[in-house]
Every structure is written in C-alpha cells, then in structure tokens.
C-alpha cells in the first residue's frame, strides 16, 4: 500500500497563500492519478482537485482560479498551492493516490481566519 504524508496545513488570514504538500511511497509515482480531498466540520469530504500521470489536471468550480495542483515525480511528491484564501476553505484536507487500489493520507489541517 502507498503511504501518503501531507503536510503545509497551518492558520492564515483570509488573502493568504498555503502550500500543502503529499509525500507518497512507492517505486510507481510516476503512474498514480493523485487528488486533493477536504472535508470541512459538519460536512462530507468534497474532492478539490486532481492530476493525473500525463499531467491533465481539474478541479473543483470553487477554487479554480485560486488553487493549483502540480506534481513532482522525482521527488514522489504533489502540491497544492492555495491562494486568496477564503474562511469557506477551512477545512482537513486529505491526499488520495490511485494506481490500481487507492490510498489515503492522514490529512493537515488549513484554518483560514476573517
């Protein structure tokens, strides 16, 4: 199974930018479909974006503009830079990896203040 370590998630003021990063294991990096998933208190967990292998990228309507999701292959590594934060984006976020059989990381936590 791939393990995933996301990390970057902090407390920042509405307009700010975060960072977050996905560690993953796993000789295949390379091949995995890797998202970006949150779930806010109270709500189900919403997917905000994803990439795949050949680099073909969607996201979720609310932060497209805002958020960008890219990937490094020689470091097993996927980011999402997060601009012009919003209280709304509050929330756990969580990396998945697909390749066959899916994971999940434990998730970092982005507080988003007004």
């Known amino acids: 199974q791939v393990q995933l370590v996301e990390s970057g998630g902090g407390l920042v003021q509405a307009g700010g930018s975060l960072r977050l990063s996905c560690a993953a294991s796993g000789s295949y990096f390379s091949r995995y479909f890797m998202s970006w998933y949150r779930q806010a208190p109270g709500k189900e967990r919403e997917r905000v974006a994803g990439?795949?292998?050949?680099?073909?990228?969607d996201y979720t309507e609310s932060v497209k503009g805002r958020f960008t999701i890219s990937r490094d292959n020689a470091r097993n590594t996927v980011y999402l830079q997060m601009n012009n934060l919003k209280p709304e984006d509050t929330a756990v976020y969580y990396c998945?990896?697909?390749?066959?059989?899916?994971?999940w990381g434990k998730g970092t936590l982005v507080t988003v203040s007004s």
């Open positions: 998945r990896s697909q390749y066959g059989i899916e994971s």
């Open positions: 990439i795949s292998a050949g680099g073909f990228i």
